[in-house]
């Protein structure tokens, strides 16, 4: 190792070592299975010692559970941030909300989506489908659909089921490079458009709200 790889030892408030280790164990977690990655390997990315991880987090587990969580929400915020004139641009806005948080934590992303290594955990497949359905709400709410209406179960299942197409999209883009954004941003926005303007409404009798056409 050397001395440019040592990593370089500083006081940092509580929030920030704590944010460090975080980025530092999803950066590990991207990169390599889970069962190859030990709480040593994060704790030397990050330049503390292996306690300070259980301090912060406790096990590995634990700190990689954290990891999926975060990288796989999808704040009501984001909703508030796209324009209000029509579907088509709403989509697009989405859509490139959605490239641009996963661009921006591209370990993180790929850690979540692909659990690799840790077996079949029923924590992990609870929070992988809690953050499926949380990211369905977050699209139908965009697009002007409302948790009270009666068909949300059915157009929910649907959105759920375009996510397994954004995910190995962000692979091909991220992962494989076979895909670039431009051209990952013009699938999604398409089939979501498609999915909003004619599947739902044939599956259903729902239909987005007037105020969003």
Same mark, same amino acid.
């Given at each position: 190792?050397?001395?440019?790889? /040592?990593?370089? =030892? ?37 330049? /503390? ?47 490139? =909300? ?11 992303? +790929? ?12 924590? /992990? ?26 068909? =949300? ?12 197409? /954004? ?24 089939? +979501? ?21």
């Amino acid at each position: 190792m050397t001395t440019e790889s /040592v990593p370089k =030892w500083r006081r940092l408030e509580p929030d920030e070592r704590r944010e460090q280790i975080f980025a530092c164990a999803a950066e590990l977690f991207g990169a390599r299975p889970y069962a190859e990655v030990s709480t040593s390997d994060i704790a030397a990315r990050a330049g /503390v010692a292996r306690g300070l991880i259980n301090h912060y987090f406790g096990t590995k587990r634990e700190l990689y559970l954290a990891v999926v969580r975060r990288a796989l929400n999808v704040p009501y915020e984001a909703i508030t941030q796209l324009p209000t004139s029509s579907i088509e641009d709403r989509v697009l806005s989405a859509v490139d =909300w959605f490239l641009d948080v996963v661009g921006r934590q591209e370990k993180m992303w +790929l850690a979540a989506i692909t659990p690799e290594g840790i077996g079949r955990d029923l924590e /992990v497949e609870h929070i992988l489908d809690e953050a499926d359905r949380n990211a369905a709400d977050r699209v139908l709410e965009a697009m002007g659909y409302t948790p009270d209406d009666p068909h =949300w179960e059915q157009i929910n299942a649907v959105i759920r089921s375009f996510g397994g197409m /954004v995910k190995v999209a962000g692979r091909e883009w991220l992962v494989r490079g076979t895909l670039d954004r431009s051209q990952v941003h013009t699938l999604l926005s398409q089939v +979501l458009l498609s999915l909003v303007k004619e599947i739902l409404p044939r599956t259903t009798a729902a239909s987005p709200t007037d105020s969003q056409r």
